[in-house]
């Protein structure tokens, strides 16, 4: 029996006036897999994650969540449906304690919930990534590592099917990259399918079953690892021809 995708994106397109941000991309996700969404600068990485996330609408295109469209949904609704995300530029409520951090994301999944056990769960969540001695530290005052942490237990608090990381293992020194990888694993462990933006290939090459390669907005690999990394065209698109 074959596995349906849990998402399915099918020419999707973003245009910012004459700028094609994505072009006619289209991919799928199934469950359980990580699937590497890469290319160089300027690819349309990040705008695609805004587009599935619904911070951006589309200009043509299908994104379908399962088998609900969800192209074009705020992204209230498509939080609801169990897609979280965290962002390439952190960002966390910085007045607000880790605990009233994550409290916020429970407020936003299916089945929101508020007061104690909101509390209870939210604790969990910080336990879940590492942070819950800090639990009662405003988020302003963390470092850059606890801050990506604590991102990530607010987006878990929405309860995601698919989670999507934007470079989320960026910035890490040797031994916090193979934490962060370890957690990503675990997480996988626990049912959650990830899309991850990341330009660190030693993550790739270890958490991802697939890769898919844009540039100029265009998909021009969809493999796994190795043979995504290794394909010419992806190649040309990090270094350029050799004649350049």
Known sequence: ?????????????????????????SFSVYPGEIVGLLGPNGSGKTTTMHLISGALKPS???????????????????ARLGIARTFQLVRVLGSMTCLENVQAGLAFGPGALAGKAAAQRA?????????HPLADRPAGELTYLDQTRLELARALAVRPRLLLLDEWLAGLN???????????RALREDG?????????????????????????????ADAQP???????????????DDDA
């Open 226 to 240: 190795e043979a995504a990394l290794s394909d010419p065209e992806v190649v040309r698109a990090y270094l350029g």
């Open 123 to 131: 604790h969990a969540l910080l336990e879940r990534v590492g942070m």
């Open 60 to 78: 043509a295109g299908s994104i379908r969540l399962g088998g609900d469209e969800i192209a074009g949904q705020p992204p209230y609704r498509i």
């Open 192 to 220: 959650i399918t990830m899309v991850l933006v990341e330009h660190v290939m030693d993550a790739i090459r270890s958490l991802c079953d697939r890769c898919v390669v844009m540039n100029a907005g265009r998909k021009i």
């Open 174 to 184: 040797p031994s916090e990259l193979v934490e962060g990888i370890a957690l990503l």
């Open 1 to 25: 029996m074959t596995r349906a995708p849990i998402l399915t994106v099918d020419g999707l397109s973003k245009r910012f006036g004459g700028l094609v941000a994505v072009d006619g991309l």
